[in-house]
């Protein structure tokens, strides 16, 4: 499922990632065949659980784990999770890691409520846990994901989005979670106001190179190896980082041609259109290196963590985020 | 917007549903032009609150409200309404109190989106609260609700649906919710576990009530009164009370006859075609019969609270339920 280069990197925490996903799989399983059905299909493409191994990396550079990082950690997965059934609805996907999406197989309507129910159950799952410092943060970052998307479902098709703009909604819809996991492992770890805060900072560069590689992967990616539906972006309107600096590149009337390629009936494949007749890589390299200084700004926070096999793996996984292929 | 009859009978808290009023549109008025339209078109059609309301007489009854009563109230229409504007992405409806819904002006996506940002604003909200009583009741009612939907959707157009497993979908979908909203006003009124209990039977039976009368008012209702849209249950596929009598009395030539309608293509109005030709009317007197003894069975449920205004109010609300038109 994994690929092994990832594998590798995440080995200081192997077992504790195995143990989230047993968490995980259990919390879930409810009482009920309808819900054992599509839990059990979630379960079946599971992801890189990127999100819970970074609570689990960075609490354990501080020591041994606690013993609500494992729980903690399932239920940012589970946030995630969610916001992935929903996301999967809103872009019409109907591939998603290799298999059929919540809603291409169950319909719209289930997987709206299928995510709910998983947002619910997170949310249940953090007011068990002894402080309220998790069902705090991931309340409100949870709202700031939801935010982020909703802007940049308001910002679709407007051709004229900057990158300041284009980055603030992908800070609101990706990075802030990543932030959050990371603040929560050093939080349920014992650590003061001054550490999490920087290894936040940490969490929220990495989930920004991370999702600015993913919009360049939707844009000339390999359905095969990235395993979900791409060219989504183009067909559902989403200005992204490679297109806003292609459009800041051309004349009035291309300008309108990009227009015509994203709107206009009739074109069966956007994505594949604007790459035939536009010339990305300039676009998309610039992005990269944009991520790049995104990743390099997050190996400089990890200063503050302690030196060992977990830091090194956190900087590692801030350099993976920039070559992954999926 | 209210009725005068309801209007009327809330009157012991009328002042405390306007401060709750105020605290949900004020706690939902985001930092963000976008946002703020959206939120700005739900508050245009706010409805009963009668969730919030409960949370408020329940409280009261007991004495003068606590700090956090109004809040606590205000959160729970959130997660009221959030469902809401989901159930009308599921329902693909294009009314609601008579308005058109967010999906409708909106599209789907920003639905879903506004929908998880309430129910992320109402959690984070709840854990502010100084206990964790109301988070971890709601996050864990809001699963139910969402299972009950899920297992409603996976119930359409079972033509073998029994009266027990209708009872028990609109239970997990709609009572629980206004149980947890009656015991939330005991609990955050000091009172404990045996009276909560007791209140929160009283909550799910009105629920119950008010859900078997919404699906008759689905099946017989003026869409001009109601304000939303009608004849949805049939066009999804909903197997509701007066339908499950229906079926049970028919042949099997007309069992086959009602499934059709439900499902062949062509039909384009299956609520008024389902009543021009089945008589409708035995099917519905059932199910208001049901609701009327669910009522009844809240009202004993109420001895246990001190009498006064709000207990007169919440015994009129339990009535209510069954004579209400929208």
Redesign the interface.
Known sequence: MMEPLLQELLSPVRDEVEEMSRFFERELA?P?A??RE?VGHLSRYKGKRLRGTEVLLVGKAFGPLGPEHVPVAAIVEMIHTA?LV?DD??DVASLRRGLASVNARY????A??????I???A??L???LRS?VA??LL??T??T???G???Q??ARYDFDLTEARYLELIDMKTASLHGAACELGARYAGEGEETALAVRGFGRDLGRAFQIVDDCLDLEGDERIVGKSLGTDVSEGKITLPVVHLLAGLSPRERLRVREIYLAEGIADRAATLAAEFDLRPGIEYAIQCADGSSRKALESLERLPAGPCRDALASLAEYVLCRRS
Not at 107 to 110: A, I, K, M, Q, V
Not at 112 to 117: A, I, Q, T
């Open positions: 409810a009920s309808v819900l599509l916001t929903h609805v809103l319909g719209n309507p289930t709206v409520l299928l995510g709910d129910y947002y619910a159950k949310f249940h953090s007011t068990g309220q069902s705090r309340a409100e949870t709202r994901v939801c935010r998307e909703i802007e479902t308001a």
